[in-house]
């Protein structure tokens, strides 16, 4: 789908796209004529270039890979891609001019890439972002966003500055010196975190690199953070490039089918099955697959549970949809998988929040088909594998299945099942008392009461994504914003800011726990700088909520997680800390709303999402046992507890533990 001209990160790609002569032919008068069919330019400035000229294409419609780039400048890019950016008119694109690269400026490393990811997730991971910094910290600071875009398989371009590659002074400011290694540099931490990695030492190494870094990009089973690591010296380094270089490349996007015999394999597993069940995963949005999903289900009867990245896959309303599955999901989806004997994956990567550590698919009979473009996922828990996109698969499937359905009783089971939990979700959501402080269930009950299918709800970390993987009802797709491949406190405020930059006309609700607002408010200013209205929900109880819990579980008292005063035995247990957390969003530039009571958190959440400015709502839940909250976990999660211990609580929590844990099995 092309975008609207009036974003600047993806402008329309049908318009003719022309090459012109560089800026930078012109202002080094000093420097030899470049050879003929070649244009003399910086190993930046043609970076700058290659990239703008950069396309994915899926299903005959053509996106920018590469729609922007984040940057934060210190010695070592100020002068080579800083200067570059500048050159070719990044911060003024002309109308009508030649495709250029759009500059946004960034607070923190970390949460430039976590922008970045929330734009490449929302555009379906057609179409990403770059992020620039210098050397040293600036480029460490990328190590977290980068192993959350790759763990979630989510496309990123980083361009951190690096040492001199000649060596006039060594050390030089902020390089970390290995004796035993001269060629290390700390952009080496991105190695593991990256899909793709390499260190540009000399200018013509970057047209092989930056070829291999749109490959990795825009390949949906390779894609993740790719780094091409600059060092400061060559990124000012003049080169005579060749033309064929910054013409316009298209890399498309492929839907493989499956294979014919797996596909035979698989139908006659789907036809032997008495209680299948489909689990959806984050692959069925990237592949645009959700249509495809739904006709498969109404053909078949077959419900479909939903992991956290999968959520949305069907509109909760659907007949089909039997809500989150795992550790954080129903009572209907977690009950349908213990007695599953077939279990459909598409497009999910099974992690242990999904089989609940290995102890959900109970069944001993039971048998895995998994559909995912990735050979690497598909083969997992002994499955029979199908390769191949997810929207390609299932249609392959429903075709070759023409005529199967479930038994009708299976569909009346289910059916009763997911009515149940709604009347459990209305529970969780109800207010009857709007003059109340309001809990967090009731919060997520007010944002049910005022959104429709074009709002887009975003969370990583703490007590929220387990509460909305539970009872959200999903509208549409893309609505359900989940990061929990990696689950980063401190991803959702600029995450917003770059779903905000795919989707402009979508209302964005970025919703915070205090502890992950404390981890990275800075790119408030980032989203008053530029206009981009989203609206930050500001959840404060105290302290780390989530892990409060846990710990209580798992036998640590919960012991270092309430943001309160110390006691006089030590502990934080003393009265809650006076932190304001309103007045510090209002001193980055957002406008804050603040509620108290039920009926005061309806009127700003309406207010909030009309507003044209970013803005806050501030509340502050309870967390009273009296107070009905979500339903409890559903299935278990291992997370292991001291086998020996003198507190009671500990060795309470170790015999519960060993109990769950009986239960793992290998699926072979």
């Not at 049908?14 to 032919?25: Q, R």
């Not at 060559?234 to 493989?256: K, L, N, S």
């Not at 086998?643 to 309470?652: C, D, G, N, Q, V």
């Amino acid at each position: 789908m092309t975008a609207p001209t009036s974003d600047p990160t993806n402008p329309p790609t049908n318009d003719p796209i022309k090459t012109p002569g560089h800026a930078a032919d012109t202002t080094a008068k000093a420097a030899a004529a470049p050879a003929p069919g070649t244009r003399r330019l910086t190993v930046a400035q043609a970076l700058v270039e290659f990239l703008a000229h950069q396309y994915t294409e899926r299903d005959g419609r053509r996106h920018r890979l590469i729609a922007a780039c984040w940057g934060i400048f210190g010695h070592g890019n100020v002068a080579g891609i800083g200067q570059a950016l500048l050159e070719s008119g990044s911060a003024a694109p002309q109308a009508g001019g030649p495709p250029r690269l759009p500059y946004f400026q960034g607070r923190n490393e970390q949460a430039m890439v976590h922008a970045a990811v929330g734009f490449a997730r929302q555009r379906d991971r057609l179409s990403a972002q770059a992020v620039t910094t210098s050397i040293g910290p600036g480029a460490t600071n990328l190590v977290t966003g980068a192993a959350l875009a790759t763990v979630n398989r989510i496309p990123v371009l980083l361009l951190p500055g690096d040492v001199f590659a000649t060596r006039p002074a060594d050390p030089v400011l902020q390089q970390l010196e290995v004796p035993t290694a001269g060629d290390v540099s700390v952009n080496d931490a991105l190695r593991p975190v990256s899909r793709y990695f390499d260190r540009i030492t000399r200018p013509e190494a970057l047209i092989p690199a930056a070829l291999q870094a749109m490959r990795v990009l825009a390949d949906p089973v390779e894609t993740g953070a790719v780094t091409l690591a600059l060092p400061q010296d060559v990124q000012a380094e003049a080169y005579d490039w060749p033309a064929e270089f910054f013409a316009d490349r298209v890399w498309r996007v492929p839907r493989p089918a499956p294979d014919a015999d797996a596909l035979a394999e698989a139908v006659r597993a789907v036809r032997q099955a008495r209680r299948p069940l489909i689990v959806a995963g984050g692959g069925v949005h990237h592949s645009e697959a959700e249509a495809a999903l739904r006709a498969f289900a109404e053909a078949t009867g077959i419900p479909v549970a939903s992991t956290q990245a999968g959520k949305g896959s069907l509109a909760h309303d659907h007949p089909a949809d039997v809500g989150g599955i795992g550790h954080t999901g129903t009572a209907t989806a977690d009950g349908l998988a213990r007695r599953a004997d077939l279990v459909i994956g598409v497009g999910t990567r099974y992690t242990d929040f999904t089989t609940a550590s290995g102890t959900l698919f109970a069944e001993p009979e039971v048998r895995f088909v998994n559909l995912n473009i990735a050979a690497f996922d598909s083969h997992k828990l002994g499955a029979l594998a199908l390769v191949a996109d997810a929207r390609a698969g299932l249609d392959a499937l429903r075709e070759a299945l023409a005529g199967h359905r479930v038994d009708a009783a299976y569909e009346a089971e289910y059916a009763a099942a997911k009515a149940d939990w709604e009347r459990r979700v209305d529970a969780a959501y109800a207010a009857p008392d709007p003059s109340a402080q309001p809990s967090q269930t009731q919060l997520l009950g007010a944002l049910d009461g005022i959104v429709d299918a074009d709002d887009i709800v975003l969370n990583a970390a703490g007590s929220l994504p387990g509460d909305l993987h539970k009872l959200w009802r999903a509208r549409s797709r893309r609505q359900y914003h989940l990061e929990y491949g990696y689950s980063c406190m401190g991803y959702e405020i600029p995450a917003a800011i770059g779903v905000k930059m795919a989707a402009p006309d979508r209302p964005v609700w970025a919703l915070v726990g205090d502890g992950t607002y404390l981890m990275n408010p800075t790119e408030i200013v980032t989203a008053v700088q530029e206009g981009i209205n989203i609206t930050l929900i500001l959840v404060q109880n105290h302290g780390y909520a989530s892990i409060g819990g846990l710990s209580q579980e798992t036998g640590g008292e919960r012991f270092g997680t309430d943001y309160r005063f110390r006691a006089a035995d030590g502990t934080y247990t003393g009265a809650p800390l006076p932190v304001d957390l309103a007045a510090n969003a209002a001193s980055l530039g957002m406008r804050v709303l603040r509620a108290s009571t039920v009926a005061e958190l309806r009127t700003a959440l309406a207010e909030a999402r009309g507003a044209k400015t970013p803005t806050c709502v501030y509340v502050e839940t309870q967390t009273s046992d009296t107070v009905p909250g979500a339903p409890p976990a559903q299935a278990w999660w291992d997370v292991p507890v001291a086998e020996t211990a003198t507190r009671p609580a500990a060795l309470a929590a170790r015999r519960a533990y060993d109990e769950h844990a009986a239960a793992r099995r290998r699926h072979l």
